[in-house]
């Protein structure tokens, strides 16, 4: 009988369970004190090499930032949610360690720019073969290419002398930042793969009695493990589509006069279809929906797979043009010129509800404006400026070295009234609620004219802004400019 087929199946016990998650970042953080508050019986430590972040994870700023996060850290941290530098104790300690590590594309050797880097995951296996002195269930959190499972057994199963057992469990995340409380209490469907034996079957079983504590159990899928880290990666790679395709007809609707959001409402009523993940924008950014596609992308040509390889790609470039091309039109309707004029961005996380930076296309968007000697004010209600000047340089490699006059051109402006004052331009980069509060009136008078918005998001009253006296221009449709009067 398989694991799927256990429909009257007793699940085992796992009152008095240790586990131990590898990574405190935005997935093992969050994930860990969910399960920490629905399985009291159950010591979570979530574990990392680096010293600052478990400190914040101790402190009463923690270090992301997640709507619902902080209630939940403070309920359980120091009954049964613990978070500590100690990694090799608590990897004796644990019945169960989920790897939960950083994946990032690599950025040399074979495959650079498009595979993913699973050094750390291989970190961690090693770690835990040399200490573990006990047979464990390791289970892989990281979005990881397909396969990886297999070579986590092998490395455990070559540094280890054979008194100890290790199961390998793919347990792919599906929470998207923003709603990370909201999808690990309530998800779509929890993933498990696993060894289709025995003892694979047992280890399954385990890991789905820890989440049946608060998930329904027709919700907990379970597969071979590589249908697991393969599905993974798919699903981000549909979500990715659907911006990418509904992007793709925004430039069609600019161009003949339909409106992206009606036809998306369209579109989207067909029930094989969905309203979902249809909102055109000026990009998608993100950690994981690039590194993940490029990922798919190099698993399909390493496969031998050329065509299906390019068919993914094409989601990636497709996002590119979009951010590319949303400056290209602000840079045109600002007269061919942008050079020393201040140009405002709202927004600079990836999305609203996270102070996340990473891969966001208001880093881009900047870029391109730069290159133009435009001088640039960012006011985004979460961002960090550490996390900013990050994003500049790990992702695009603009720091003061490549830009002398780099602080003077990009500023990051605590009050958004400040960052728009005199400016010739506002860019809605994030789609914040706050942003479509404000008193744009009191915004236009402070800034030089004509004055142009330039919204990113969709998320504003155009018809109230233009009456104000703006010249907006938005995504996938064509806009009433005063110009034209
Ligand atoms: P992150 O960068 O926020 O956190 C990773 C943590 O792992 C860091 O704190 C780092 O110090 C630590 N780490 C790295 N190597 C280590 C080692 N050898 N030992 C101990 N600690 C180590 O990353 P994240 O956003 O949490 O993503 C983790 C994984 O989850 C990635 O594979 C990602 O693709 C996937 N994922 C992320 C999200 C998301 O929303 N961010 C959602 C689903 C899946
Ligand atoms: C995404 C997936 O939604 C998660 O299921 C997945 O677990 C996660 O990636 C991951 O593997 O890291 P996330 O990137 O946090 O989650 O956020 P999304 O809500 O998916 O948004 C991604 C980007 O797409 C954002 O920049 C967002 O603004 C943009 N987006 C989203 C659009 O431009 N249009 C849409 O209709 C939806």
Not at 50 to 63: C, E, F, G
Not at 88 to 94: F, H, K, P, R, S
Not at 279 to 297: E, M
């Amino acid at each position: 009988m398989s694991a799927n087929e256990t429909k009257t199946e007793v699940l085992p016990n796992v009152d008095g369970f240790k586990i131990c998650c590898i990574g405190a970042g935005y997935v093992g953080g969050p994930t860990m004190a969910v399960i920490a508050k629905h399985c009291p019986n159950i010591r979570v430590t979530v574990v990392d090499l680096s010293q600052p972040r478990i400190d914040a994870w101790n402190s009463s700023k923690l270090p992301i930032y997640e709507p619902g996060l902080q209630d939940i850290v403070e309920s359980v941290r120091g009954k049964n949610l613990f978070f500590t530098t100690n990694i090799d104790e608590e990897i004796v300690a644990a019945d169960m360690i989920f790897i939960s590590v950083n994946t990032p594309t690599k950025t040399k050797g074979i495959g650079k720019g498009c595979a993913s880097n699973v050094k750390n995951i291989e970190a961690c296996a090693r770690n835990i073969a040399k200490v573990a002195k006990s047979s464990k269930i390791i289970v892989e959190k990281s979005t990881v290419p397909v396969q990886t499972a297999s070579a986590i057994s092998k490395i455990l199963r070559a540094n280890s002398d054979g008194s100890v057992d290790f199961q390998v469990l793919s347990n792919p995340e599906f929470l998207a930042e923003g709603t990370a409380v909201r999808d690990l209490l309530a998800p779509s469907r929890v993933l498990i793969g696993g060894p289709q034996n025995e003892a694979g079957f047992e280890a399954i079983n385990k890991l789905v009695a820890v989440y049946a504590n608060w998930v329904p159990r027709q919700q907990i899928l379970t597969t071979n493990v590589w249908s697991s880290e393969l599905s993974k990666l798919v699903a981000n790679a549909y979500l990715a589509q659907r911006i990418s395709s509904i992007n793709s007809i925004s430039m069609l609707c600019e161009a003949s006069k339909a409106d992206v959001e009606e036809v998306a409402r369209a579109v989207g009523a067909d029930v094989r279809i969905g309203p979902h993940f249809l909102r055109a924008s000026v990009g998608f950014g993100g950690s994981c929906f690039q590194k993940d596609i490029l990922n798919l992308v190099y698993l399909c040509e390493s496969f031998g797979l050329p065509e299906v390889a390019e068919y993914w790609r094409q989601v990636v470039t497709m996002n590119e043009w979009q951010k590319e091309r949303f400056t290209r039109r602000m840079i045109s309707a600002m007269f061919n010129t942008i050079t020393s004029k201040k140009i405002c961005l709202y927004g600079f996380a990836f999305k609203k509800d996270t102070g996340d930076t990473r891969e966001t296309a208001a880093a881009y968007v900047a870029k391109y404006l730069l290159d133009e000697d435009a001088m640039i004010t960012i006011y985004d209600p979460k961002v960090e400026e550490e996390d900013m000047w990050m994003e500049f340089k790990y992702t695009l490699g603009i720091t003061e070295a490549t830009h002398p006059n780099l602080k003077k051109s990009i500023v990051l402006v605590h009050d958004p009234y400040e960052a728009a004052k005199d400016a010739h331009a506002i860019a809605i980069m994030t789609e914040w609620d706050e942003f479509k509060d404000y008193d744009y009136e009191k915004i236009f008078a402070n800034m030089t004219k004509p004055a142009f918005m330039f919204d990113g998001r969709n998320i504003l009253d155009h018809q109230k802004l233009y009456d104000i006296g703006f010249e907006v221009q938005c995504i996938g449709k064509q806009l009433p400019s005063h110009f034209d009067e």
